[in-house]
């Protein structure tokens, strides 16, 4: 008996704990197409002991940028800024995934569509809008970018 409430205790914590992230992790998920005004399609599945998801034969289409039209996605965040007035810090990681360009990226890169052999993006996300990209790198047979330390105040990501 002396064993068995310390056990019992100790599962029921693991079990809060876990249940917690997962709607942790849920709500990221919302929010991210909440606040970049997207629509993400494909099976989204938690992770257990991590602060991220997988979505797995995900697409999605963001205004006049890029459109992911098949890919496995996996998206971690940093918790500690989720309430931070910058906004919450998103790592976006993809291998081998269909994307195409779109209005002023598709004209700058001279590409429309591309299989990336790397998708590599992290970014900082402001309530209704981009505020931070930290970096994006975009890895394909045809062509390749990398875009490292871009904020508002330098205007490229617009305002609202």
Same mark, same amino acid.
């Given at each position: 008996?002396?064993?068995?409430?310390?056990?019992?205790?100790? $599962? $029921? %914590?693991?079990? %809060? !704990? $876990?249940?917690?992230?997962?709607?942790?992790?849920?709500? !990221?998920?919302?929010?991210? +197409? *909440?606040?970049?005004?997207?629509?993400?399609?494909?099976?989204?599945?938690?992770?257990?002991?991590?602060?991220?998801?997988?979505?797995?034969?995900?697409?999605?289409?963001?205004?006049?940028?890029?459109?992911? !039209?098949?890919?496995?996605? +996996?998206?971690?965040?940093?918790?500690?800024?989720?309430?931070?007035?910058?906004?919450?810090?998103?790592? %976006?990681?993809?291998?081998?995934?269909?994307?195409?360009?779109?209005?002023?990226?598709?004209?700058?890169?001279?590409?429309?569509?591309?299989? !990336?052999?790397? $998708?590599?993006?992290?970014?900082?996300?402001?309530?209704?809008?981009?505020?931070?990209? *930290?970096?994006?790198?975009?890895?394909?047979?045809?062509? +390749?970018?990398?875009?490292? *330390?871009?904020?508002?105040?330098?205007?490229?990501?617009?305002?609202?």
């Amino acid at each position: 008996m002396r064993r068995f409430l310390p056990l019992c205790f100790f $599962l $029921l %914590l693991l079990v %809060l !704990v $876990l249940g917690g992230l997962s709607g942790l992790n849920y709500w !990221v998920f919302h929010e991210i +197409q *909440n606040r970049l005004e997207i629509r993400v399609t494909g099976r989204f599945t938690p992770d257990l002991f991590r602060t991220g998801f997988q979505i797995r034969h995900g697409s999605f289409f963001w205004k006049e940028k890029v459109q992911l !039209v098949d890919g496995h996605v +996996q998206v971690r965040y940093d918790p500690w800024t989720i309430f931070s007035r910058d906004g919450i810090r998103i790592i %976006l990681k993809s291998d081998y995934a269909d994307i195409r360009l779109l209005g002023n990226w598709a004209k700058w890169k001279g590409v429309e569509s591309a299989r !990336v052999e790397l $998708l590599d993006v992290d970014f900082v996300l402001g309530s209704h809008r981009l505020t931070a990209i *930290n970096e994006i790198e975009v890895r394909s047979p045809s062509f +390749q970018f990398v875009i490292k *330390n871009v904020d508002r105040s330098t205007g490229v990501l617009g305002s609202k």
